[in-house]
């Protein structure tokens, strides 16, 4: 039976725990200014049948991730609120470019803006090392909510220096699977969710714990997926809806 000793030291250490998930938070999640108004009516394309923005579990496609029997496209990451609103915030590329180079420079002078890419329900960016030239992390600007989170899935999850699950580790990152090895991964994933359809993958951004590819379907930009760089499982990102525009940022 549990004494009062026990009992006090418990409550404290989950004090703890919510603590620092709640700093956590607030530290990538900054308040985007832009007025929220108008409404986005049109449908995600390039997508199978009753997919929610994306290929992924509802698709009963490969898994989104570790044990995600709610797929990340169920409400967005962190308990945002739920991204998916009827009413988006007017930003532009070059208002979501800005913000983010803004952003970033507040984390530091090694890290710059590699790509941002445009969807229906938000702008993504990935970030890369200035001086090792791999990616770090990578973080979305939401339209509906209108503010800066880290993009769920495996930035979060499989990112082994900046993510959830990171390691301290004073040896050389040595993934197990190297690029070559995942696009193969990722383009006999893509022929069976799109059987019959050409499939394509652009040049694959290395991660600390995984690669992320852009892919086409029959020559039109579909989305994005992931692969772990020890196990080679696949997360397709399912919470960004259509793809609109992107701009290459890096130099």
């Known amino acids: 039976m549990m004494n009062s000793k026990d ?48 290929p992924g579990p509802m698709a009963g496609q490969p898994r989104s991730g570790p044990g995600s029997g709610m797929g990340p496209g169920m409400g967005g990451p962190w308990g945002t609120g739920g991204p998916y609103t009827g009413a988006y915030a007017e930003i532009s590329m070059d208002d979501a470019v800005e913000t983010y180079e803004e952003y970033v420079r507040g984390m530091g002078s090694n890290l710059e803006l590699l790509e941002v890419m445009e969807f229906q329900h938000n702008f993504y960016v990935a970030v890369k090392e200035r001086d090792t030239g791999m990616g770090a992390f990578e973080l979305l600007l939401w339209k509906g909510t209108g503010r800066i989170t880290p993009e769920p ?13 990171m390691t301290r580790s004073y040896g050389e990152y ?48 579909t ?29």
């Not at 530290?27 to 009516?41: E, L, R």
């Not at 899935?153 to 699950?165: D, H, I, S, V």
């Not at 040049?203 to 020559?219: C, H, L, M, N, R």
């Open 223 to 251: 989305g994005m997926l992931s692969v772990n760089a020890f196990s080679g499982e696949v997360w397709y990102h399912t919470w960004h809806g259509y793809f609109i525009d992107m701009r290459e940022v890096g130099e």
């Open 174 to 221: 040595t993934p197990s699977i190297d690029e070559d090895k995942a696009r193969e991964t990722a383009i006999n994933s893509l022929r069976k969710l799109f059987p019959g359809s050409e499939v394509e993958v652009e040049e694959a951004i290395p991660f600390y714990g995984y690669y992320t590819f852009d892919y086409s379907v029959d020559g039109r930009m």
């Open 7 to 54: 009992l006090l030291m418990g409550t404290a250490a989950l004090a703890s725990v919510v603590l620092v998930l709640v700093v956590a938070g607030l530290a990538w999640s900054p308040s985007y200014t832009q007025p929220i108004g108008g409404d986005n009516t049109a449908q995600p394309n390039g997508y199978p049948a009753g997919s929610m923005g994306g």
């Open 153 to 165: 899935g495996p930035n979060m999850m499989w990112n082994l220096k900046y993510g959830m699950r």
